[in-house]
């Protein structure tokens, strides 16, 4: 068994776009028309073209709403990637305009750093000490 795809919900699938393409540097894999304004909308890292998938699917069923204000407020992170070095990464994220919840930090055998996606979420970026 293995991961193929897993989803973020967004606010604005076209901005969703070019936040995880443009800023977060990854590959577009799918982008089908489902109807109406939606798509199947999935991006891949360039490191792993044929690896894991991240759907940027649209926010709109009315669960999600409540569901991502209460884990943001809470600020906990709805993603998880891996970079090899937090540091540098979070110093170029902060370069193209990412604000930053949690700025860089040791939390054991790990760094990690949390940025708003600019659609709703809080991601982590983490990577080994």
Not at 41 to 49: C, F, G, I, K, N
Not at 73 to 83: K, N, S
Not at 95 to 122: I, K, S, W, Y
Request: aromatic share 6%; charged share 25%.
């Amino acid at each position: 068994m293995r991961i193929q795809v897993t989803s973020v919900f967004v606010d604005d699938q076209a901005k969703a776009l070019d936040f995880y393409t443009g800023v977060l540097g990854f590959r577009v894999k799918n982008d089908i028309p489902i109807g109406g304004p939606d798509r199947w909308l999935t991006v891949v890292s360039p490191e792993r073209p044929d690896g894991p998938e991240l759907l940027l699917e649209p926010a709109g069923h009315p669960a999600v709403g409540p569901y991502r204000e209460a884990i943001v407020a809470d600020g906990i992170p709805l993603l998880q990637l891996e970079v090899d070095d937090v540091r540098a990464e979070a110093e170029r994220l902060r370069a193209a305009g990412v604000r930053f919840t949690q700025e860089p930090m040791e939390a054991g055998p790990v760094t990690v750093a949390v940025f708003d996606d600019t659609v709703g979420n809080l991601v982590q970026i983490v990577s080994a000490n």
